[in-house]
């Protein structure tokens, strides 16, 4: 059976941008750890794949990053090593 691109238009709008080889290796985690906790898993993937998202230039992957993702990233550099408040 073929698959079909519109079975899922997430894949479809991600696989359509420049950060199409990182989502294709997060997919990749993902499928590889089905059985697992994926979370933990594939967290330096999805990391690189939203890296890669937050520097493309026409800004065709912002309505997909999370919201605080380059607060997030900014505040890791400025307090590496600091341990962060438990909520």
Known sequence: EEERTDKCPLC???????????????ESCLKA???????????EQLFALFRCMDAEPTGYYDPMLPPTFGLEQQAGAEGAGEPQPQA
């Open 33 to 43: 750890h089905e059985e697992e906790d994926r979370t933990d898993k594939c967290r």
């Open 12 to 26: 479809t709008f991600m696989k359509g941008g420049a950060c199409k080889e990182d989502f294709l290796v997060w």
